[in-house]
């Protein structure tokens, strides 16, 4: 029914720039909150930058605060996030996920749909 599918990921340079699609279909887009989330080998998933698309009121972690921007096309239904500057520590794979727009924030545990996640490597 919810179907969220990433795509964008790569290789690339350290201060170079990527820009990650998450294609939504199965639901009501607009009472959804939309986020990105990476997680590296060891580490647990991080909530890297959610939006609501209703409001479009944003989070991002302070980690990628002025380098990524996350944005909403609700007519296509695809949230997308701008990845710039990139670091090696932004190495990843990066899923897209939707919870239900009640209440704020962008932790994983909130989120019940989820892509299957697109790999992010940047080298040094």
């Known amino acids: 029914e919810v179907q969220l599918v990433e795509s964008g990921g790569g290789l690339v340079q350290a201060g170079g720039s990527l820009r990650l699609s998450c294609a939504a279909s199965?639901?009501?887009?607009?009472?959804?909150?939309i986020g990105w989330f990476r997680q590296a080998p060891g580490k647990e998933r991080e909530g890297v930058s959610c939006?609501?698309?209703?409001?479009?009121?944003?989070f991002y972690v302070n980690s990628v605060l002025g380098r990524f921007t996350i944005s909403s096309d609700n007519a296509k239904k695809t949230v997308y996030l701008q990845m710039n500057s990139l670091k090696p520590e932004d190495t990843a794979v990066y899923y897209c996920?939707?919870?239900?727009?009640?209440?704020?924030?962008?932790?994983?545990?909130?989120?019940?749909?989820w892509g299957q996640g697109t790999q992010v490597t940047v080298s040094s």
């Open positions: 996920g939707a919870r239900q727009a009640a209440g704020v924030g962008c932790d994983a545990a909130m989120f019940q749909h």
């Open positions: 939006i609501s698309s209703s409001d479009n009121t944003r």
């Open positions: 199965g639901f009501a887009f607009d009472d959804y909150i």
